[in-house]
């Protein structure tokens, strides 16, 4: 079975910065897109970045582009999302999630658990 | 990008009644790129249906997707307790993917 695990999430204040980390095994790492998504409190989904199984491509959402660096290492079977200049409304829990195929973002998975960030001063 | 707008918010039904949830897109969804989660509490999220109507591997066949274009259902027939969760429609067809609000499922 598939197994996500994130770590690196905390408090922050804002404008600060932060990197998340998600470990992967019992899979072939380099042969899927890998994404973050991530939930705020009581609130919905919301896909924040994705990147392609040769690092070659990335994507992000209008809300974090400019900000977030997605990346991955696929001797370490590692999945990272470098976030600055936070803002409170970058609070939410924060997903790694495997994807169905190579290239793009797709449909997701398998899931990690989930890491939480809290932006606040 | 698209919007994805989910109905009912919440539903109310009881053990044995069949649940239908509804997402509708502002734009055609190319392909039928259509993908239903389900999100537990404390739970990673859980892939249920993709490609509008295929089931993902281990979905109880109680769990149904249909659809086209614009609008979409997520089925699910002879409704058990551990099914109160919140259910996401997600489109993959176009950049950026999106997932629509959510629908609240209880079980009484």
């Known amino acids: 079975e598939v197994q996500l695990l994130e770590s690196g999430g905390g408090l922050v204040q804002p404008g600060g910065s932060l990197r998340l980390s998600c470990e992967a095994s019992?899979?072939?790492?380099?042969?899927?897109?890998m994404n973050w998504v991530r939930q705020a409190p009581g609130k919905g989904l919301e896909w924040v970045s994705g990147i392609g199984g040769s690092r070659a491509t990335t994507y992000y959402a209008d809300s974090v582009k400019g900000r977030f660096t997605i990346s991955r290492d696929n001797s370490k079977n590692t999945l990272y999302l470098q976030m600055n200049s936070l803002r409170a409304e970058d609070t939410a829990t924060y997903y790694c999630a495997k994807d169905y195929q190579w290239e793009q973002p797709f449909y997701f998975t398998s899931w990690g658990q989930g890491t939480l960030v809290t932006v606040s001063s | 990008e698209i919007v994805l707008t989910q109905s009912p918010g919440t539903l109310s039904l009881s053990p044995g009644e069949r649940g239908t949830l509804s997402c509708r897109a502002s734009?055609?969804?190319?392909?039928?790129?259509l993908a239903w989660y389900q999100k537990k509490p404390g739970q990673a999220p859980r892939l249920l249906i993709y490609g509008a109507s295929s089931r993902a591997t281990g979905i109880p066949d109680r769990f149904s997707g249909s659809g086209s274009g614009t609008d979409f259902t997520l089925t699910i027939s002879r409704l058990e307790p551990e099914d109160s969760a919140v259910y996401y429609c997600?489109?993959?067809?176009?950049?950026?993917?999106?997932f629509g609000q959510g629908t609240r499922l209880e079980i009484k």
């Open positions: 997600q489109q993959y067809g176009s950049s950026p993917n999106t």
């Open positions: 019992r899979f072939t790492f380099s042969n899927y897109a």
């Open positions: 734009q055609s969804v190319r392909s039928s790129y």
